[in-house]
């Protein structure tokens, strides 16, 4: 009996991000706010985005979750700052293809160069625990719409 | 303890590799497994059988109508109903408390009346009572827990007054385990001129149920947590109380006359029954009643309950261990264990081949009141041994270094 493809799933980085979340906190001055919750599993984030000119300036989250949910938003938080809205939606997509399993083909960004979320790509052989992975960033597009309307 | 080893064989699917390891079913809570003869007896009806009931002359037709009105006789005496007329098929659990709620309950509550609950509630046995209570000006009122995860009865008798119309408590709670005084409760409800309406689901599958010893006024549980298909549950209701309840879906089967401008309706059980019924769900049900009776319920109960004893005896050796719920309790554990998620922990676990669920247990109230955000838990039924506890056991062990080292 042992946990053969566990370390798929676990690795490193992700317990990393999980034990030390990068921007967990609360954004000071004007933000935009999302609360997300996964009401199949009781995952909850609340992510606060700082959004000027069309670029993210600042994001940081709070909220409880498994170690996947909430190293995804600390992962997600680093790639987004400091990028266009229109890219970091890209960046949503393309993870979104990367939690499916799918080639992630036709975008302009490199998945190895977008801060530690290609660590997050064992989570497609574990299709329960996608909605985890993808949590912060479907909190990340609401809030960027919010933004835009 | 008791052997109930032979039961595995009637179940097909427990016979299979889960990720490379021999499947260890621990979330009958959420659905049980189905033995073959039930299983069977859905094959048999749409192989053999298929056919509208209440309806036709011809032979499958009166063959089909036999299957579905044997199937609610056999409910009948499975929970010792005085009459089929009390017996109602619905959708499951959740559409039976609806009924109540939305019939019921809206014909018989204004501003000012009480409904009281258990904090332990799932969430079918509450929103229908919040959506009642806004539809016609009745407020809730929560019975609180003690420590160790039960109901007191002097809170009952406190909180149960004579504003109180209805008494909305789960039998046993899919999350402590916690078997409710439900006859004593129902007295102090009568006392006070309120009627009980029992969240059977977690109860008839597991126990003895005798809803005219236990006096409830209605009782509602679901097929697919008692060896039987999803989509299919009953609602059991006192004959005089269903009787000046109006439908709360109307269409066809349930109607007696049809005018321009309006209708009569069917007798009971029949008028609660709009539409072409679960006919194959309710001769699933009959299958699975005729497979626990021949089982024995008492053979059932006696094993689950040695079965959690003997994994929270095995459980409370794990150092880090929290577990919800009292001592003398159904046959599930949920549980905490150390600072690692339960979704972590039950993909750990199924990756050993070992099935439990993770989550909220659509309980959020009561996850409140626990200050936890989610919880694992291991549920246990008949077809479920020592065995199975020894491996899930020894995987939350290993599951606790694994992260323990990650982490």
């Given at each position: 009996m042992s946990f053969n493809n566990l370390d798929t799933l676990y690795r490193q980085v992700i317990m990393d991000h999980y034990k030390n979340?990068?921007?967990?906190g609360k954004l000071e001055g004007d933000h935009i706010t999302v609360e997300l919750n996964n009401p199949t599993c009781g995952d909850r984030i609340d992510l606060q985005l700082k959004v000027e000119d069309g670029v993210v300036k600042d994001a940081m989250f709070e909220g409880e979750g498994c170690s996947i949910s909430m190293s995804s938003a600390s992962m997600m938080t680093q790639v987004v700052i400091d990028k266009p809205v229109k890219d970091a939606l890209k960046i949503s997509e393309m993870f979104s293809d990367m939690m499916l399993g799918k080639e992630m083909e036709?975008?302009?960004?490199d998945i190895e160069e977008?801060?530690?979320?290609?660590?997050?790509?064992?989570?497609?052989?574990f299709p329960a625990r996608i909605k985890c992975a993808t949590l912060a960033w479907k909190a990340m597009e609401q809030g960027v719409e919010k933004d835009e309307s | 303890m008791t052997n109930l080893d032979h039961v595995r064989n009637h179940f097909p699917i427990l016979d299979q590799e889960v990720n490379e390891h021999p499947l260890v079913y621990l979330d009958s809570a959420a659905t049980s497994q189905k033995p073959k003869s039930v299983i069977e007896a859905l094959e048999d009806y749409y192989n053999r059988y298929n056919s509208n009931v209440h309806?036709?002359?011809?032979t499958l037709g009166s063959h089909a109508t036999d299957g579905y009105e044997g199937a609610r006789e056999k409910v009948k005496n499975f929970i010792n109903a005085?009459?089929?007329?009390?017996v109602i098929f619905t959708r499951g659990t959740t559409t039976a408390i609806n009924t109540v709620a939305y019939s019921y309950a809206r014909e018989n509550l204004k501003e000012g009346d009480e409904i009281v609950l258990t904090l332990m509630e799932h969430h079918s046995n509450i929103i229908p009572w919040q959506q009642a209570a806004k539809a016609t000006g009745a407020t809730l009122k929560y019975l609180p827990l003690q420590e160790d995860g039960t109901i007191s009865l002097e809170d009952v008798r406190e909180l149960v007054?004579?504003?109180?119309?209805i008494v909305a408590m789960t039998?046993?709670?899919?999350?402590?385990?916690t078997i409710n005084p439900i006859k004593e409760v129902t007295e102090i409800a009568h006392q006070n001129g309120a009627v009980t309406v029992v969240d059977g689901a977690q109860g008839v599958p597991h126990m003895s149920v005798d809803v005219q010893d236990l006096d409830v006024d209605f009782y509602a549980f679901s097929a697919h947590k008692m060896c039987g298909p999803t989509g299919i549950g009953v609602l059991y209701g006192k004959e005089s109380l269903l009787e000046e309840m109006e439908p709360v879906e109307f269409g066809?089967?349930?109607?007696d006359f049809v005018n321009l401008h309006d209708s009569t309706w069917k007798d009971?059980?029949?008028?609660?029954?709009?539409?072409?019924?679960i006919i194959a769900g309710a001769i699933g049900l009959g299958a699975a009643i005729d497979y626990l009776n021949e089982i024995g319920m008492e053979q059932i109960e006696k094993h689950e309950h040695e079965l959690v004893q003997y994994a929270l005896e095995q459980m409370n050796t794990i150092d880090g261990i929290t577990i919800y719920g009292p001592?003398?309790?159904?046959?599930l554990v949920t549980f905490n264990l150390d600072d690692v998620h339960p979704h972590d922990l039950a993909t750990a676990l199924d990756s050993l081949g070992v099935a439990v669920r993770a989550g909220h247990h659509c309980a959020q109230p009561l996850m409140k009141h626990l200050q936890v955000a989610a919880t694992a838990r291991a549920s246990f039924y008949l077809y479920n041994n020592k065995e199975d506890v020894d491996v899930f056991v020894e995987g939350l062990k290993k599951a606790k270094e694994y992260f323990g080292d990650v982490f």
């Open positions: 979340p990068r921007k967990r036709g975008y302009d960004f977008l801060g530690d979320i290609q660590a997050l790509q064992g989570v497609s052989k | 309806r036709g002359v011809h005085p009459s089929i007329k009390e007054t004579e504003k109180t119309k039998h046993v709670s899919n999350v402590l385990g066809g089967e349930m109607i009971l059980p029949w008028k609660f029954e709009g539409g072409t019924p001592k003398e309790r159904a046959g």
